[in-house]
T-cell receptor, first 117, second 114 residues
Framework: DADVTQTPRNRITKTGKRIMLECSQTKGHDRMYWYRQDPGLGLRLIYYSFDVKDINKGEISDGYSVSRQAQAKFSLSLESAIPNQTALYFC????????????????FGEGSRLTVL | GDSVTQMEGPVTLSEEACLTINCTYTATGYPSLFWYVQYPGEGLQLLLKATKADDKGSNKGFEATYRKETTSFHLEKGSVQVSDSAVYFCALSWARGGADGLTFGKGTHLIIQP
């Protein structure tokens, strides 16, 4: 079984619908992230959480919200989906930062492909 | 802000050719540098990393050296295989206000032909 599991893997929805993407992990990491991947734009950070009570906006948080239900679960919601939110979404986890507060390795799920018509 | 610039793709090579994928960065302080690889239909996985200047990261025949003077972290491999076909992302670590994370480049699609 994968250490970082995303559901659903694929979803097609219509403009205006509410969508939730779920992420669960068995790595025991406190840090969890949501990224979106678009062709030619690479990965962009949407939200991140360093523990259950800590939620932070990334560079493209508008139109998204998150919930950290437990250490192992981090959900991404689109309250009213729009076509330009069509993308591949990745959840990732990481252990605490190493020396000098620098980020270490990220562990990614296999992605959730969302299409908004 | 911190940023990563890597060469545009796709890069198409024949099997056993030499590979270089350029990566340069802009950052405050001394970030750690990473190369991630994404095989078709999969998530990203760490390929190699370097945490300080002049460090060399290596894995699966790939190498990259942290060059502070040129703010670069170019990915190299002496002889590529068809199985190396994937998208490669250069990334750097950032830290500010008690938080930290990774910033990624836009990715380079590598295609290796038999």
């Amino acid at each position: 079984d994968a250490d970082v599991t995303q559901t659903p893997r694929n979803r097609i929805t219509k403009t205006g619908k509410r969508i939730m993407l779920e992420c669960s992990q068995t790595k025991g990491h406190d840090r969890m992230y949501w990224y979106r991947q678009d062709p030619g734009l690479g990965l962009r950070l949407i939200y991140y959480s360093f523990d259950v009570k800590d939620i932070n906006k990334g560079e493209i948080s508008d139109g998204y919200s998150v919930s950290r239900q437990a250490q192992a679960k981090f959900s991404l919601s689109l309250e009213s989906a729009i076509p330009n939110q069509t993308a591949l979404y990745f959840c990732a986890t990481s252990p605490p930062a190493g020396g000098q507060g620098r980020a270490g390795e990220l562990f990614f799920g296999e992605g959730s492909r969302l299409t908004v018509l | 802000g911190d940023s990563v610039t890597q060469m545009e793709g796709p890069v198409t090579l024949s099997e056993e050719a030499c590979l270089t994928i350029n990566c340069t960065y802009t950052a405050t302080g001394y970030p750690s540098l990473f190369w991630y690889v994404q095989y078709p239909g999969e998530g990203l996985q760490l390929l190699l990393k370097a945490t300080k200047a002049d460090d060399k990261g290596s894995n699966k025949g790939f190498e990259a050296t942290y060059r502070k003077e040129t703010t670069s972290f170019h990915l190299e491999k002496g002889s590529v295989q068809v199985s190396d076909s994937a998208v490669y992302f250069c990334a750097l670590s950032w830290a500010r206000g008690g938080a930290d994370g990774l910033t990624f480049g836009k990715g380079t699609h590598l295609i290796i032909q038999p």
